[in-house]
């Protein structure tokens, strides 16, 4: 069959809208009609370091749809199920098996940034020229994707699906950092940098796990203001102000706990010294795979802890439905965070995230006819 997908061809030009087709299922591969798509820190960072060897390109992992076809082998999911796609794992590696730690399978960096299933092939093609279509084992940049029995959450068919693909990666990574990684004890203060979709997505974690101290740090005064409207006790802008300092003069000793979602040297060393001691820092940010930093190991040797952490170190299964059900409890008022665009206006979509215009964009798409008008939520 033939779908529409928005493709990566160079880093210099617009994504081009472009009927591509899709080839057969492999067994354990499902056709997902797609609802909704996310656009995250990754596709932009994809975009910017294009590189031709990694071209054409379908990009997109956080969508949301229905499934409309199985693999011979598939046992969970049916045609006609409501599901949200997050990371591909092989579900067959020690840390998958084993260990229980799918975000840290042997084999994510092959199932998720190549853009090709792990034998080497994709599903998309144009005509006799090969379209990558496996990103994050989705490529859900596409009115369908072909993803993985394992990336799948099955979802409730009375929820909004076309606004759940962010819980697959990006609003996942920030919640998770807090409630799967830190799991701050009630009443407890937390300090979150960079109150962009991430960051606030920790916040509502925070908020969540009735963190009594929340302090939001950014450079922009709009997301800081948006970040008190959900819940921040305080507010810092780092561009006028000493985060160090003043973080201490809220807190007293300093905080508990620390989320750095941006990743940059200066950041992360005041995401770690602004802890009191014994306190942990969690950073998400990323900002390249090489990304060298230096700190002061004095502040590792007197009880302070700082811990990587991939996709919220959760299991997508288990944390988006924990997400969805905290959401219908209305503990977790992500869809605060979310602007909508028809699925044929994602450059425009893309502009507005590089303007920092909107928090999380996600594109919408008409399952039966095509792209269909978005609105502000």
């Known amino acids: 069959m033939d779908t529409t997908a928005a493709v990566l061809r160079s880093a210099d030009g617009p994504l081009t809208l472009e009927t591509l087709h899709i080839d057969a299922l492999h067994p354990h591969e499902v056709l997902v009609r797609v609802v909704g798509s996310g656009i995250c820190h990754t596709d932009l960072g994809v975009i910017a370091g294009h590189q031709p060897e990694q071209s054409p390109i379908v990009l997109g992992h956080e969508g949301s749809g229905i499934i409309d076809a199985v693999g011979a082998e598939v046992t969970t999911l049916a045609p006609g199920d409501h599901v949200v796609l997050s990371y591909n794992f092989c579900g067959q590696c020690d840390n998958c098996v084993e260990h229980n730690v799918p975000m840290h399978c042997r084999q994510f960096v092959e199932l998720n940034l ?13 005509g006799d020229e090969p379209i990558r279509g496996h990103f ?25 699906l076309e606004l759940l693909g962010p819980l697959g990666c990006g609003i996942q990574t920030g919640a998770g950092a807090v409630l799967n990684t830190l799991r701050p004890e009630a009443g407890s203060s937390i300090v979150i940098f960079g109150v962009g979709s991430v960051g606030l997505a920790a916040l509502l974690a925070a908020v969540a796990a009735d963190c009594g101290t929340i302090i939001a740090v950014d450079i922009q005064q ?30 007293g000793a300093g905080a508990q706990y620390s989320v ?23 950073t998400v940010g990323f900002q390249g795979m090489s990304n060298e930093i230096t700190l002061d190991q004095g502040h590792l040797l007197f009880g302070r802890t700082l811990v990587g952490v991939i996709e919220g170190d959760a299991i997508p299964n288990e944390f988006v439905t924990r997400m969805i059900d905290l959401y219908q409890a209305g503990r977790f008022p992500f869809d605060e965070l979310i602007t909508t ?5 994602i450059n425009d979509a893309l502009d507005a995230v590089h303007r920092g215009e909107v928090t999380k964009a996600v594109l919408t798409f008409d399952t039966t006819t095509g792209p269909v008008e978005g609105a502000k939520q």
């Open 222 to 251: 709009s997301r800081l203001e948006q970040a008190t409207k959900l819940g921040a006790t305080h507010t810092i802008n780092s561009a006028t102000e000493d985060v160090v300092t003043r973080v201490r003069d809220i807190t």
């Open 136 to 160: 994050f084992g989705q490529s859900s940049w596409a009115a369908h994707a072909v993803a993985n029995e394992q990336n799948c959450v099955k979802v409730s068919r009375d929820l909004p």
């Open 341 to 345: 665009f028809p699925f044929e206006r």
């Open 114 to 126: 190549v853009g090709a299933r792990i034998d080497g092939t994709t599903a998309l093609a144009r």
């Open 260 to 282: 750095d979602c941006i990743a940059l040297p200066p950041v992360l060393r005041s995401a770690l010294e602004c802890l009191q001691s014994p306190g942990v820092c969690a």
